[in-house]
């Protein structure tokens, strides 16, 4: 599967933005797909994740309530909604999918990665 994040940009802050995650297979309704940033600096962390089937989203729990996580199999999409934005959200946000249930906050569990897009939130 391979996969495309794009909907980044510059926001100031307060702003919202969405960013899309496109994949090249209508396959990707079979896995689990997560998101996650890298700040300049700073190792990868997780934002959000949601289940195959659309059931479950998790949050890293600085952006429980700010973020969400949705997705569109029929359309081979996976969404993330980003409110009341902050300046230290700007990273580097990538979609990655995974085909193994649980661990959704671990890097390591997921096979597929896209090339990530780039958040800039300015104060």
């Known amino acids: 599967v391979q996969l495309q994040a794009s909907g980044g940009g510059l926001v100031q802050a307060g702003g919202s933005l969405r960013l899309s995650c496109a994949a090249s297979e209508r396959t990707l309704s079979r896995y689990d797909v997560g998101w996650f940033r890298q700040a300049p600096g700073k190792e990868r962390e997780f934002v ?9 989203t998790y949050y890293a729990d600085s952006m429980k309530g700010r973020f969400t996580v949705s997705r569109d199999n029929a359309e ?21 999918a995974k085909w193994n249930a649980g661990d959704y906050g671990a890097a390591s569990q997921y096979n597929y990665w896209g090339k990530g897009t780039l958040v800039t939130v300015s104060s």
């Open 48 to 56: 959000g994740a949601i289940t195959w089937n659309d059931r479950t």
């Open 76 to 96: 081979k999409m996976v969404y993330l909604q980003m409110n009341s934005l902050k300046p230290e959200d700007t990273a580097v946000y990538y979609c990655a």
